[in-house]
């Protein structure tokens, strides 16, 4: 119970820090919404006219900012994101964008970390068990050349590949053909399918590395162990000893991985959906931060750091589940 | 028993087993397939960094010199731009800023992963509590998001910018990995005896602590570098940062802009994000060959003794 609540407690502390660098960096730098606005509406509009028409959507440049700072706090627990206030969604409740883009990235970019996990954590578990043999002699050193591709590279070969030389088998431009109408035929499914698949994969490709290699050198150390050796003398099948005593133990570092590198993987998804043009929160990020868009910047930034912690406590749990030493310390 | 062995294997005031150890650490690396690897790729940049006139005779890559749109031939090994500058060119000058970018910010980055997680762990108490807390804070603020949103702010941010939000950003995995090595490191008798002997708390901890931990602090450095690399590259692809320098990212920038993909010079987009790779990579099988002589478990298994001790050679 301990250990959960001190969990529970740098989850506040961390949601804090980061609601608060998000509230003054982009209030300690050069540059405000008026005049980027001003900028895109090609000084149409005169400065006093663009002031007041972002003061309506709640913009307050000259609050005290201690004032602002609690407002903010209090406005971003209770869910009151405010409007937008750059580009083509001016006006727009933020909630709104966020809901429009957010299904589109946890669909594309969580389904694809997940496989990508369970495909490399299960290799690793086979190449650490076979060791020496011919799996195990060619998959490390191909995983470290993998893990360290940056994801734009393996974006753009796969455009090349698939989409480019082979004249257009694969889409590698938007989620789906904005000429089909959107709904639950099969048509629009397996478009959106075929668009999914080269961001995806990219995903997996770049991800994948890393899991094999941990698993594979937890799974190595894991062997070693006395209580793998008394398997054995007991004569338990082979699985039984792969899964449920070595795989077992040697899961839990990979999984406290797997918590942490959900802030990886948003970075690449934002690499991702920006060589695809694939309309989610990624792109969505990159659109705000061109614009100048507080409000929306804000938002993100506290979703995705409330993504990774929600995944940080979760693999908690999970580990609390998995090994008993972790329940009995706390 | 692992203590009896580690403060065995650390003489105490002896300066000739230690130099001893340092060249066996160098023999190592070059006996490691994949360090050697790693090596030859990082020299290659290397050179092309300091000496770019030794690979291109081209003075200025920027300069609008040819016809645009050429495909690789003799003159031009990699084709031109949509602007008619030499794509190959522009690779060799661009290495110096990307191998810059990874070699200060991997270094300072690890500067500081060491002052924060060694003292940590030596401190103890509340400032342990305090260090882990702010390590552990920024190990999971989601960095990529923030060094966008952070080096646009910072009004299309220099180099010191871009290279100030790496290293803030890039520390924390090195000191909790550092932390947890010299906690455990904390109560060995070699530490101990130094303490007897009244030496400083900073003595021991430059020169007793640290050379124990040299092939961490090295995978850190190499971890670091790779990190910085490929960000780097990430946000000059955005279009993020300063936009009149030479680099790996801003060709990937500008190619994509022009959608050189699509419009039959794929060479201008792809051969400086296969240069990042390559660069990623070496660092990335340095480290992983780090890990392989810090740990002999994991490497590989020499083929006669493969068939069926396998399993318990480990």
Redesign the interface.
Known sequence: MRYLLRRLGFFVVTLWAALTLNFFIPRMMPGNPVQALRDRTHNKLSPAALQEMLTSYGYKPNQNWFVAYLDYLGNMFTGRWGVSIGGSSLGEPVTKIIGQALPWTLGLVGLATVIGFVLGTLAGIVAGWRRGSRLDAILPSVMVVTSALPYFLVGLLLILFFSIWINGFLPSDFNYDPSIPPGFSTAFIGDVLSHGLLPALTIVITSVGGWVLTMRNNMITTLAEDYVRMGRAKGLTNRRIMFNYAARNAFLPNLSGFAMSVGFVISGAILVEYVFNYQGVGYLLYNSVQNTDYPLMQVLFMLFTVAVLVSVLLCDFATAWLDPRARAKG | MSTLVASAAVPVGTPTPARRRRFGLLRALLSNR?AVVGLVIFLVFAVMAIAPRLFTSVQDPHKYAYEPYLGPSGAHLLGTTSHGEDIFAQLVYGTRQSLLIALIAGFFATVLSVLIGVSAAYLGGIADDLLS?VT??F????????I???S????NGNLTVVLIVLVATGWSYGANQLRAQTLSLRNREFLEAARVRGERRSYIIVFEVLPTMTSLIVANFLGAA?YSV??A??LQ??G?GDNNSISWGWM?HWA?SQSA??SGI?LW??AP??C??LL??S???LN?AF?EIS?P??R??R?R???RT?????
């Not at chain 2, 190990?139 to 923030?146: A, E, G, N, R, S």
């Not at chain 2, 396998?310 to 480990?314: I, P």
């Open positions: 994949k807390l552990n804070v190990l999971i603020l989601p960095t990529f998001p923030l966008i949103i952070l646009e702010y910072a009004g790779l490929l960000t590259a990430g692809f955005l993020l990937l994509q993909l699509q794929p987009e792809i994000g296969v990042v790779a990623g990579v660092f990335a099988l992983y890990d740990n478990a994991l590989p298994v083929r003794r493969a068939e396998s399993s318990q050679a480990a």
